[in-house]
């Protein structure tokens, strides 16, 4: 006798239950939140969301990994034949309701990860991973066509996520005008080797 093939699941289910994460998780916190509060705000039974999510830590992991890769769409980057054109583009303005969100989720994932060290490398990855990734991906692009020499591509693609990271800790909004500044002010300096770019100089 064949065994019974169980229901498939419902994936617009889970994307209720991983929204109404987000909006527990900026309203209590990560200590706060219990899977009670988010199953009351999806409108569904406790049981539906421990059948997907056996603990808060794994419900938290993926709401805010669906979060970051929403906002980063790795398969669809910019090229606009600039790096800074490119990293400009990939700003994307929030309002203050979804800074809110962001910054609760990213207080989440670091009260998760003193909570359990083994967690916090997923932690990592599930907040701030595809950010480092297509940092990465378009700096190295642009050392390539040659717009600057050979650096550290690695490290330099997570210095504007880590200290996006560190405003989020402070409670403070993680706007356009910051992050700019630290692609002019940090990022596009270190790769020219803190050279400023060259210009042509006319006679006086």
Do not use: N
Not at 57 to 66: G, H
Not at 115 to 128: H, P, Q, S
Not at 151 to 171: G, N, S
Request: proline letters at 6%; a negative charge.
């Amino acid at each position: 006798m064949s065994p019974q093939v169980g229901r498939k699941r419902d994936g617009t289910r889970d994307a209720v239950i991983l929204d109404a994460t987000l909006a527990v998780l900026a309203e209590q916190g990560y200590e706060g939140m219990t899977i009670d509060m988010v199953a009351a705000q999806a409108g569904m039974a406790r049981a539906t969301v421990y059948r997907r999510w056996p603990t808060k830590a794994d419900l938290v992991l993926e709401a805010v990994s669906r979060l970051s890769h929403g906002d980063v769409q790795l398969d669809q980057l910019p090229d606009t034949g600039s790096l800074r054109g490119d990293l400009t583009a990939m700003i994307v303005p929030f309002d203050d309701e979804q800074q809110q969100i962001r910054i609760h989720a990213v207080a989440g994932l670091l009260a998760l990860a003193k909570t359990d060290e083994r967690l916090a490398e997923t932690a990592t990855a599930a907040g701030i991973g595809p950010w480092i990734e297509a940092g990465r991906f378009l700096m190295q692009r642009a050392v390539d066509r040659g717009e600057f020499p050979p650096a550290d591509v690695a490290t330099l693609a997570e210095v504007i996520p880590m200290l996006c990271v560190a405003r989020a800790v402070q409670r403070l909004p993680i706007t356009r005008e910051f992050s700019l500044a630290l692609l002019d002010g940090v990022i596009l300096p270190a790769l020219r080797g803190g050279r400023e770019p060259s210009t042509e100089r006319h006679p006086a």
